[in-house]
């Protein structure tokens, strides 16, 4: 499933080129991204736009995002279908689903995890998800890659040992029990359910022994290795039946520049939430790998919101291939975002995406070429672009129960759009603008 | 072919009448623009502000729309028209290849701002953005439309609602239209590449609204409008005002009603003889989660659609609905659920449906009249959205008699 092309030196701390297969004979060249699902979509983007207009492989979901009612609508389709999940979202056939329990990055739960129990987020309020539950799950869903529950930090990042002790132990236990109730190598394989086990953002010494339980009794059940830590990564040149196994990242991914660290630690695929950020905060990604030659510092992306768009006619990124750049210009898309129009959004992810998948593209190609030549020209990016995304100035599209877990006398994130001047006045047929539904409250 | 009795010409604008029904007052045309041909009878979505409410232009063009909406004081705010000019144009702005038409902006005047005012000069109102008084004249809106470069303008009109009982007022108000249509005239800079439709005001008062319509047909515009309905009148008062209007308008020239939208509507109006249509319903329903079918509007928020696999409607054609193997993306009604009011791509797919529902409904009817059998056609319409014949609005069945479909027989 996974093939190592080509890896310098000792395969661990270095990066890799590789080709992973997804099923359905799409192939994804490593190093690459998994683009982050909202509710099962990439937010903004129909199931067309999304198929026609980007070029990402494969997409995360989470489970979380389907259990909102019970029974979950998900699970009263048919077990002899395949690829459920793909049916109920529409997704692409050929593009492949990586479904986790949580969303990633997931809000934090007011209690955390039982110890036969993990503790989720659904539009209609925080619950239990068994392990027997999630199992269930995934043999209906059918997603190609599948990640079993980790119990991974709840308030603090920097819990107790003893508590790290914990939550390695709850999560072998519940890798165990997944694998016990799934039958990775029997029934979820018939299924085309290929299983990545979590490694947890806890020290070596303490979860050591679950690495090598890993390593020595359930090796044949793996397909691939998620990675909450890439800090860890290192420490697998200890275990060397792990080392073939594609390593998928769970950040921190915060800017292009984690992401060539990851990359640089031997991690074959990302996990990035931050382009789906950047399109929300109206800005347009604007780097490439290798970056270029240039003596001055450039942004890694441009606020589409301010007023010197108003009349430019250029793509967001000169060159850019994308659907965006090549039939829209920088005016209509400030336009858009001005006057609140969603296709500005819409634009704006399709542009992202596309920027992220050409950033791999060059990443891949420069490792070709070398471990030498990807370290000189990571350098070379951190010297021409700035260390961190813009922050982004106007207003974002509407924030939903599930994106935030809302506080008790929290201010709207946006200014209602329409008022009245004096008083009363109420909306009246006419405008396409005029009332919106009511956002159903955070739960 | 088409002989030249069936075939109006005017500078930027071809109309071309193909059949008529041979029992009501239905009629089929092409209408060609200058940015391509279009279907009539038609629905036009609305656009407001240069975008279709999430969808790009390729998905708008999917549907089979060859001419939408934009709102003049929508454009004139907001991108502004410097920025307009600067660009080049509303079909430039948002990448649209195919037509647009701008209302005067005069209506939103009346249906947002409450302080609006009218007089002789124009329509005086606050902006929006400082407070501070503005003035929107027939001419201020002839150069808005002209710098948006719209195929199809509309002439600033005094537009009071139907329902006013001020009959003095409303006398003023039909005349000060004819006025600033003169006006409207006069400042127009680009007749040779831009329609000027005229709009007849009058409001239930058929008598003023014949007046009227001699009145605009002096001034021999490219095509005609129906206005100041859709307000809330009574919808037999609608049927009687277009019934009166269409009589005495040309054949060969097109006629729009405006703000009409909701189906039913439509297949009557078109019955009486109209060609063109817009309203925001459709695209603004779709966003409160609502799917229009030809069985009537469903709610899909609605907890009974949670688990229901099959498409929004039997049968569509639209992107939506159709299978994957059929080249569409095979949306469920449970997955709109799941995401109605959660994530805007629920908004966007019922926008997409709905959009082709209307068009596809005009598309119908349209196939129907070239066919002779538009009266059988309007019976399976009304049979698909009620069960039984005592369901049938009154109105609809009054007007539809009027014209010789009498819905209530077989």
């Avoid at chain 1, 009263?76 to 492949?96: G, W």
């Avoid at chain 1, 070596?204 to 890439?230: K, N, T």
């Avoid at chain 2, 606050?126 to 710098?147: A, K, R, V, W, Y």
């Avoid at chain 2, 006069?186 to 439709?197: E, G, S, W, Y």
């Amino acid at each position: 499933m996974f093939e190592i092309l080509k890896s310098a030196t000792a395969d661990v701390g270095a990066a890799r080129l590789g080709r992973l297969a997804l099923g359905n004979h799409r192939v994804m060249e490593t190093p690459n991204y998994l683009a982050v699902a909202s509710r099962g979509v990439i937010p903004h983007l129909t199931p067309e736009n999304m198929e026609r207009y980007t070029a990402f492989d494969a997409a995360y979901m989470a489970i979380e995002d389907f259990l909102d009612k019970n029974p979950p609508p998900i699970m009263k389709m048919s077990k002899d279908t395949p690829r459920n999940l793909h049916s109920f979202t529409s997704f692409p056939t050929e593009r492949a689903i990586v479904l986790g329990p949580r969303r990633f990055p997931a809000v934090t739960t007011p209690v955390g995890n039982g110890v036969k129990h993990l503790s989720i987020f659904t539009s209609t309020g925080f619950r239990n998800l068994t392990i027997a539950e999630f199992t269930k799950v995934i043999e209906t869903t059918q997603p190609q890659i599948a990640i079993p529950p980790a119990d991974l930090f709840h308030t603090s990042t920097t819990p107790p040992a003893k508590r790290q002790v914990r939550m390695v132990d709850r999560t072998e236990e519940w890798v165990d029990e997944f694998f016990h109730l799934a039958d990775p190598q029997g029934r979820l394989k018939e299924l085309g359910v290929s299983v990545f086990a979590p490694v947890l953002p806890v020290e070596y010494p303490l979860q050591w022994d679950y690495l090598r339980h890993l390593s020595e009794d359930v090796r044949e059940s793996l397909s691939g290795l998620a990675i909450y830590d890439v800090n860890l990564l290192p420490e697998l040149v200890n275990y060397p039946p792990l080392l073939s196994l594609p390593r998928l990242a769970f950040g921190p991914s915060k800017s292009p520049q984690d992401l060539l660290r990851q990359i640089a630690l031997g991690v074959d695929v990302c996990t990035v939430p931050f382009v789906n950020v950047m399109s929300d905060a109206g800005v347009g990604l604007d780097f490439t790998f290798p970056p270029p030659e240039t003596q001055e510092i450039h942004p890694l992306g441009i606020d589409m919101w301010t007023p010197d768009h108003a009349t430019s006619l250029l793509p967001i990124s000169e060159g850019c291939k994308c659907y965006t750049c090549t039939n829209h210009h920088r005016a209509f898309i400030q336009h858009l975002l001005n006057a609140k129009e969603m296709l500005g959004w819409n634009l704006l992810q399709i542009h992202n995406h596309w920027l992220l998948s050409e950033f791999f593209a060059g990443v891949r190609k420069v490792l070709s070429e070398g471990s030498a030549r990807f370290e000189e020209c990571s350098r070379n990016f951190s010297a021409v672009y700035e260390s961190e995304l813009p922050l982004g100035t106007g207003e974002r599209p509407r924030a939903r129960g599930y994106h935030f877990k809302s506080i008790a006398g929290q201010t709207r994130i946006n200014e209602p759009s329409w008022q009245a001047y004096e008083g009363d006045s109420k909306p009246t047929s006419g405008s396409d603008t005029a009332a919106e539904p009511p956002v159903a409250p955070s739960a | 072919m088409a002989s030249s009795s069936n075939i109006y010409s005017a500078p930027a604008l071809t109309f071309e009448l193909v059949a008529r029904c041979s029992t009501t007052r239905a009629r089929a045309s092409i209408l060609t623009l200058p940015h391509g041909p279009v279907q009539l009878p038609m629905f036009m979505p609305v656009a407001t502000q240069a975008s279709l409410k999430g969808l790009t232009p390729e998905q708008l063009e999917e549907t089979g729309c060859r001419l939408c909406l934009n709102n003049t004081y929508h454009l004139g705010l907001k991108p502004g028209q410097e920025v307009l000019d600067a660009i080049g144009g509303a079909h430039k702005l948002q990448g649209w290849k195919h037509n647009i038409l701008t209302d005067s902006g005069g209506f939103q005047m009346v249906s947002l701002l409450k302080l609006a005012t009218i007089t002789e000069k124009g329509v005086e109102f606050l902006s929006p953005h400082d407070g501070s008084p503005m003035l929107l004249t027939p001419e201020h809106s002839m150069s808005l439309q002209n710098s948006i470069g719209s195929d199809i303008m509309m002439q600033l009109d005094d537009v009071l609602v139907t329902t006013s009982p001020d009959k003095a007022r409303m006398r003023e108000a039909m005349e000060r239209s004819v006025r600033w249509l003169d006006r409207c005239i006069v400042a127009h800079k680009n007749p040779d590449r831009q329609n000027l439709f005229c709009i007849i005001q009058g409001g239930l008062d058929l008598e003023m609204r014949r007046e009227c319509c001699r009145e605009m047909l002096a001034r021999d515009t490219p095509g005609i409008a129906i206005g100041g309905l859709s307000g809330g009148e009574a919808k037999m008062d609608y049927c009687r005002v277009v019934e009166a209007c269409t009589a005495l308008l040309p054949d060969l020239k097109p006629r729009y009603v405006m703000g009409i939208g909701y189906p039913e509507d439509l297949v009557v109006s078109v019955a009486l003889g109209a060609d063109m249509f817009d309203c925001v319903w459709p695209t603004r329903t779709a966003r409160f989660g609502n799917a229009v079918t030809k069985h009537g509007v469903l709610n899909m928020r609605n907890k009974k659609f949670a688990n229901d696999f099959g498409p929004i409607e039997d049968g569509c054609g639209c992107m939506c609905c159709r299978s994957k193997l059929d080249g569409g993306m095979g949306i469920s009604r449970a997955f709109v659920h799941h995401n109605a009011s959660k994530e805007t791509v629920a908004a966007h797919l019922l926008t997409i449906h709905n959009v082709f529902y209307q068009l596809n409904l005009m598309r119908g009817v349209r196939q129907s009249i070239i066919e002779d059998r538009f009266p059988p056609f309007v019976r399976e319409f009304f049979a698909g959205l009620y069960s039984e014949k005592t369901e049938y609005p009154e109105w609809a069945v009054g007007a539809l008699k009027g014209v010789g479909i009498d819905l209530t027989s077989e």
